[in-house]
C-alpha cells in the first residue's frame, strides 16, 4: 500500500489549510481490501455485532458484485473512521490534526457518481477482478504546533481502511441479556449450559459474580454420562445464515480467551472447544489449550485463563462449542466459563 499525501496551511501562528491523501493498493493487497468490502457492503444487509460500525445498514443486494451504492457505504464509513479515530476528533498525521474528510468528488445528489469518480478498481467490480485499488479524499487540517519532530509515516491514514473491518465478539461480564441477545452471548442457552451467580468469583469481579455451567443447580455438580454442548451464534438479531458463524475472512489475525475454574472427577469427564466450518457446522473438531484438547482442572476457588489461537481458520466462517462429556463413574462441580472474547482484528 502507498499512501500519498498533499496539502497547503496559512497564518501566521494557528495554521489551518487543506489537502488530498490517496491510497494506492496494488496485487494481493488490492485483493484483499476489495474482498473485504465486498463480503460486508454486498453481502450483509446489515452490519454485524461485534464490527465497528454494527447495526449499520448497507446496501447489499448479494450479486457478488460491488455496485457504487454499495461502495459508498464504505467510504462513508471511512470518512467516520477518518474523522473520529478511537472518540477523538480527527486524525493526527505528522504535525496536523486533519478534520473533517470527505471523498475527492463527492456528489450529495448522486453519492454512487461521486464514489465512482473517487476510486479506482472497486465499483462494479467483484472478487476475481485483479485492477489495482485506488481511493481519493480531500480533507482539512489545521495545527497550533510551533516545534515538532516530524514523521515521514502515515501509519493512521494507512490502518484506516481496514479498521471498520475488526472484529470484536465480548461477552457480557454480567451476562445479563439484551434483546435478541442472550446473557451468554455468543454463546447460547442449550444443551444444559446456563447462566447461574456464584460466590466463586475471578479477581476483579464482584461477588457474586454471573458464570456460564453445565451441571444440576439442585446438587451443584454434573451428572455421569452428560453430554452438554452449547454453539455460538454471530448474530441472533437476524434469522438468516449469513449471521451465524463467526465471519474470519476480515482477520488478519484470530484468538479465542476465556476465564474458568473447574473441577472434575476423574480424566473421563472432560470440557473440550470446538470448531465447525460454515455451511453445515457439523465438522466439530476439538481445539487445542496448549499441550491438550482438555481444559486443565483448578484448584476450587482458583480461575485460570485459556487462550486460543484460531489463525489456522483465517479466512473461514466458523461456530465454536462448548462441549462438555462425563462417563459412569464419579461426579464434581464441572467447569463455570465467563468473560469469553473472540478477538479478530482485520
Known sequence: MVVTTDYELFGTSDLNGGGHVTWTLTG??????????????????????????????TAANQDGVLESVEGVRYTDLLENVLERPGGAEGTIAQYMELYPFDLREKNAADPGLGFERSTSGLANTNVSTSADVEIRFLFEANTTTR?????????????????????????SPTLTPSGPYPGSWPFLIEGGWHNITTNSCPPGAPSPCAVLWAGNDATGRYANNTVAAT???????FATPAYIPFDLRFASDVWATFNYTGQVADAGDRLHLQIAHAPAFTDWTNLSFGASVD???????????ATVNLSGYLGDRVRLRLNFTSNAAGSARGFYIRDFALHAPS
Do not use: C
Open 28 to 57: 494481493a493487497k488490492a485483493a484483499d481490501l476489495r474482498a473485504k468490502i465486498l463480503h460486508m457492503f454486498d453481502e450483509y444487509p446489515t452490519i454485524p455485532r461485534g464490527f465497528l460500525f454494527q447495526g449499520q445498514l
Open 147 to 171: 516545534n515538532a519532530r516530524v514523521s515521514l509515516s502515515t501509519l493512521a491514514l494507512a490502518q484506516s481502511l481496514h479498521r471498520l473491518f475488526s472484529y470484536d465478539a465480548i461477552q
Open 231 to 237: 454453539r455460538t451464534i454471530a448474530d441472533p438479531a
Open 295 to 305: 481444559l486443565s482442572p483448578t484448584a476450587p476457588g482458583v480461575w485460570s485463563t
